[in-house]
């Protein structure tokens, strides 16, 4: 059994960082392709970014058009810990956030929906005022 605990949410200024963490139960940590989900009240769930592993000591991430360029995926093997640096944030970007982990991911695979993932953590809420 994997499990995921998150950390690092909370109320900021729009404009403002923060920086989600996510620790993460399981041996094989590394081969885990990690990805951030966020989801509002009557809102689908809603891809943030991931990390995948893509050979050797590389791993490759993907962001979704929406936060392209503010916010940025990263992960500590050593720690079993993924993290999610949120600059420039917005209203728009509230949510609670939502860590997940494909234990079974592929060489060079790329997961951008929450269905390729089969543990989640409990949620952080971030809150973004104007």
């Known amino acids: 059994q994997v499990q995921l605990v998150e950390s690092g949410g909370g109320l900021v200024q729009a404009g403002n960082s923060l920086r989600l963490s996510c620790a993460v139960s399981?041996?094989?940590?590394?081969?885990?392709?990690m990805g951030w989900f966020r989801q509002t009240p009557g809102k689908e769930r809603e891809f943030v970014a991931s990390i995948a592993w893509s050979g050797g000591n590389t791993y490759y991430a993907d962001y979704a058009d929406s936060v392209k360029g503010r916010f940025a995926i990263s992960r500590d093997n050593a720690k079993n810990t993924v993290y999610l640096q949120m600059n420039s944030l917005k209203p728009e970007d509230t949510a609670i956030y939502y860590c997940a982990a494909n234990t079974n991911a592929r060489y060079g695979g790329i997961y951008l929906r929450g269905t390729e993932y089969d543990y989640w953590g409990q949620g952080t809420q971030v809150t973004v005022s104007s």
């Open positions: 399981g041996r094989t940590f590394s081969r885990y392709a």
